[in-house]
């Protein structure tokens, strides 16, 4: 009997630690979508330590590589991790970013067809496809995308991701003539720390 409980024991000491790292690289990953951008970007290096290979790993290994300019390197990543992990909607947002940052918006609008298509409540993939769509010039398609993740997201979880899709917002408002709740929206971006937007306000907003 003593021997069945020391082999248990050692059983679940060699299984624990896997088991928490692995638990914590999950929760770390998806904490890092609503945290400031370098208490994210430290995260994520954390993960691509505890759990190399993973699908969360992978994800941000082609996050860091986008980051870095490293747009082909990032792209292959994206592709390998979707066919690895077709389920994981993850990668779908990381081809989509990366085709973004390509300037190949219609590809990208592709990738966030697929996000939204599996998780109808993404917000993010309502937010980068009406970026791309902004690129497009179809701002009324751009305006429509910002609005539903807006509603789906009322409290806005991650500021600075807002403030980003406030800052498109009110420019593509204004693109659309409406000046005063285009500068609003940009305003807004302002407060939340999207300093870029200070600058179009100078620009557009007299």
């Not at 692995?22 to 993960?47: L, V």
């Not at 697929?114 to 690129?135: H, L, S, T, W």
Request: with cysteine; proline share 3%.
């Amino acid at each position: 009997m003593m021997k069945k409980i020391i082999l248990f024991c050692v059983l679940i000491g060699i299984s624990m630690p896997k088991l928490f790292s692995q638990t914590t690289a999950e929760k770390m990953f998806f904490a890092s979508f609503n945290i400031d951008p370098e208490t994210a970007k430290s995260y994520r290096k954390k993960i691509i330590e505890m759990e190399p290979g993973s699908k969360y790993a992978m994800y941000c290994e082609g996050w860091f590589k986008s980051k870095n300019d490293s747009l082909t390197a990032a792209l292959t990543i994206a592709t390998n991790l979707i066919e690895k992990y077709p389920e994981f909607i993850y990668g779908y947002l990381l081809k989509g970013n990366t085709n973004y940052f390509l300037a190949k918006y219609n590809e990208a609008i592709k990738d966030y067809n697929k996000v939204i298509e599996m998780d109808p409540k993404e917000k993010g993939g309502y937010i980068n496809r009406a970026q791309c769509k902004f690129y497009l010039e179809d701002y009324r398609g751009a305006i429509e995308d910002f609005d539903k993740a807006f509603n789906i997201d009322p409290e806005h979880t991650n500021a600075y991701y807002f403030a980003e899709a406030y800052y498109y917002r009110g420019l593509t408002k204004i693109k659309l003539g409406n000046m005063n709740e285009g500068c609003l929206n940009l305003s807004k971006a302002g407060e939340m720390g999207f300093i870029k937007a200070y600058d179009e306000i100078k620009k557009q907003c007299k």
